[in-house]
């Protein structure tokens, strides 16, 4: 079965600065995708970025990019210029090519502190 | 981007009462919608897959019984807690999924339901 870590439960991070999340995930499958999701504390889930597996380009989004490594089975989530409104829980998640279905990580609570 | 809408926001209610959550794409059209539930401080756990026309999928250990889902046209989707008792309290959230093949799931803003 396919799952997703996030072995940083917090980070902190001074504004303007960058910050990187972390997510590893593991799958059998060849085709899938990967996204990174905001949730703020109003609880409304936002997609931050989306990456497809079968392209080596790394997403990028304005401030936010990853580093997918797809041997590695890694997708780190890079924030630059961070901001207060950036303060949030962000998870990272797995989509089965097949199904369509999300499998979520564990989150990680981001803290911009001014 | 696209907009789904969840009614109620929340919702209290005594025990042995149901309580039915409406999920709605509201500029689009959703063959697939998916019920989440997420506790406090915890991740999002897929429930239940809702396709229009046809029956729900059930992800293992949820009972399909309890959680009622019907998925009656391309932009509603609904869930029906039965039989709600306190261990049912949680934040439930719905996505509905836009486009063909993968597509974007956008994401309702949630539900809060304590049950007393």
């Known amino acids: 079965a396919q799952t997703v870590t996030q072995s940083q439960p917090e980070m902190s991070v001074q504004e303007a600065e960058t910050v990187t999340l972390s997510c590893t995930y593991d799958t059998s499958e060849n085709n899938y995708y990967l996204f990174w999701y905001k949730q703020p504390p109003s609880r409304q889930m936002i997609l931050v970025i989306r990456q497809e597996a079968y392209k080596q380009q790394n997403a990028t989004e304005n401030r936010f990019s990853v580093n997918f490594q797809k041997a590695a089975k890694s997708f780190s989530l890079k924030i630059s210029d961070s901001q207060l409104g950036d303060t949030a829980m962000y998870f990272c998640?797995?989509?089965?090519?097949?199904?369509?279905?999300?499998?979520f990580g564990s989150g990680t609570r981001l803290l911009v502190r001014p | 981007g696209a907009v789904v809408s969840q009614h109620p926001s929340r919702v209290i209610c005594k025990s042995g009462t149901s309580v039915k959550i409406e999920c709605r794409s509201l500029d689009f059209q959703a063959t697939t919608m998916f019920w989440y539930r997420q506790f406090p401080k915890q991740s999002l756990m897929l429930m239940a897959t809702?396709?229009?026309?046809?029956?729900?999928?059930?992800e293992q250990g949820v009972e399909k019984d309890k959680f009622l889902i019907n998925h009656a046209s391309l932009t509603l989707s609904t869930l029906t807690v039965t039989s709600a008792h306190p261990e049912d309290s949680s934040f439930y959230i719905c996505?509905?999924?836009?486009?063909?093949?993968?597509?974007?799931?956008?994401f309702g803003p949630g539900t809060r339901l304590t049950v007393l």
């Open positions: 998640a797995y989509l089965m090519d097949s199904s369509y279905k999300l499998i």
């Open positions: 809702s396709n229009e026309g046809s029956k729900a999928t059930y």
């Open positions: 996505s509905a999924r836009q486009g063909k093949g993968v597509g974007t799931q956008y």
